[in-house]
């Protein structure tokens, strides 16, 4: 029960990040969500995690590339609901390239909006947690956090640093009572996996059945989808008493990607 807790969620208008939101909701946290997106689409949102939870949500507009705008979301939080004990980094682009080709922008805008954009979070949010003593980080890794494809350099790069980040922040606020873990997802059917589709096709040369098949699912033992409530249910059960003792953790949800 997350009753009286505050939780700040990155890109939660959409995909993972909205699960997210509704499930801590759900546990009864108040939620700040954030994102980008249609303003009518959004406002629907929060208004129906507020109605069907009966919890306050507030929308924060911050751009994951500009650590000024992070910081003012956690101040939004603090302000709002008095705290921010509950942090998710989770906001996140892909773009799928041959290195040789890659867009030198987009690689920019990956390092910050995928992983940059955590340490500012954690970095703002951190000492309320401190003077609190107690507080959960979570951090939406991947897959490619442990493994790699080829053509997604920057998002590679970036979530390999989460899962570096992820223990560093463990280590240092292990006697705080403030966990920090990331969660691996395999491919989940979001936006975000529909998007890259027509790139992959173009990068290999292959129909889009043969992506969703060949490429997509030929990683995920179990040939099944991750779907978002199940990723949203793992960071709910890590905010738990229960789960006082995870911390630096990877947590994967990939239906065995990594264990091939
Ligand atoms: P999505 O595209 O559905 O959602 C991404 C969210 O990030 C959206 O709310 C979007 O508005 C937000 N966002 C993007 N740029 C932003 C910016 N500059 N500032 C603020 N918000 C921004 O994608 P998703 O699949 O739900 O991905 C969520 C996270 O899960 C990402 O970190 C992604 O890397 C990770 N992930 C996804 C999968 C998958 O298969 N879908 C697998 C592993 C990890």
Same mark, same amino acid.
């Given at each position: 029960?997350?009753?009286?807790?505050?939780?700040?969620?990155?890109?939660?208008?959409?995909?993972? *990040?909205?699960? $997210?939101?509704?499930?801590?909701?759900?546990?009864?946290?108040?939620?700040?969500?954030?994102?980008?997106?249609?303003?009518?689409?959004?406002?629907?949102?929060?208004?129906?995690?507020?109605?069907?939870?009966?919890?306050?949500?507030? $929308?924060?507009?911050?751009?994951?590339?500009?650590?000024?705008?992070?910081?003012?979301?956690?101040?939004?939080?603090? @302000?709002?609901?008095?705290?921010?004990?509950?942090?998710?980094?989770?906001?996140?682009?892909?773009?799928?390239?041959?290195?040789?080709?890659?867009?030198?922008?987009?690689?920019?805008?990956?390092?910050?909006?995928?992983?940059?954009?955590?340490?500012?979070?954690?970095?703002?949010?951190?000492?309320?947690?401190?003077?609190?003593?107690?507080?959960?980080?979570?951090?939406?890794?991947?897959?490619?956090?442990?493994?790699?494809?080829?053509?997604?350099?920057?998002?590679?790069?970036?979530?390999?640093?989460?899962? *570096?980040?992820?223990?560093?922040?463990?280590?240092?606020?292990?006697?705080?009572?403030? @966990?920090?873990?990331?969660?691996?997802?395999? $491919?989940?059917?979001?936006?975000?996996?529909?998007?890259?589709?027509?790139?992959?096709?173009?990068?290999?040369?292959?129909?889009?059945?043969?992506?969703?098949?060949?490429?997509?699912?030929?990683?995920?033992?179990?040939?099944?989808?991750?779907?978002?409530?199940?990723?949203?249910?793992?960071?709910?059960?890590?905010?738990?008493?229960?789960?006082?003792?995870?911390?630096?953790?990877?947590?994967?949800?990939? *239906?065995?990607?990594?264990?091939?």
């Amino acid at each position: 029960n997350l009753t009286g807790k505050t939780a700040v969620v990155t890109g939660s208008t959409s995909g993972i *990040g909205l699960s $997210y939101a509704r499930a801590f909701a759900k546990a009864g946290a108040n939620v700040v969500i954030n994102g980008m997106g249609d303003a009518d689409a959004i406002e629907k949102e929060r208004k129906a995690i507020e109605s069907e939870f009966a919890v306050k949500a507030v $929308y924060s507009p911050a751009d994951m590339l500009k650590p000024a705008e992070i910081a003012e979301m956690i101040k939004l939080g603090e @302000t709002t609901f008095g705290s921010v004990d509950i942090l998710v980094n989770n906001a996140g682009i892909q773009f799928v390239s041959p290195i040789e080709d890659f867009p030198i922008e987009k690689w920019d805008a990956i390092i910050g909006i995928n992983l940059s954009s955590a340490f500012h979070g954690i970095r703002a949010a951190v000492p309320g947690m401190k003077k609190r003593g107690w507080g959960r980080i979570i951090n939406t890794a991947s897959a490619h956090s442990l493994v790699a494809s080829p053509f997604k350099s920057a998002y590679v790069a970036a979530k390999h640093g989460i899962a *570096g980040l992820t223990k560093t922040v463990a280590l240092e606020l292990a006697t705080h009572k403030i @966990t920090c873990n990331c969660i691996s997802p395999g $491919y989940v059917w979001t936006p975000l996996v529909e998007k890259q589709i027509p790139d992959t096709m173009k990068a290999r040369g292959l129909s889009k059945e043969q992506v969703i098949n060949d490429v997509l699912l030929a990683a995920q033992p179990t040939k099944q989808f991750v779907t978002p409530e199940q990723v949203a249910a793992l960071a709910v059960y890590l905010c738990g008493d229960d789960a006082s003792q995870i911390t630096g953790a990877n947590l994967s949800m990939d *239906g065995g990607w990594t264990a091939a």
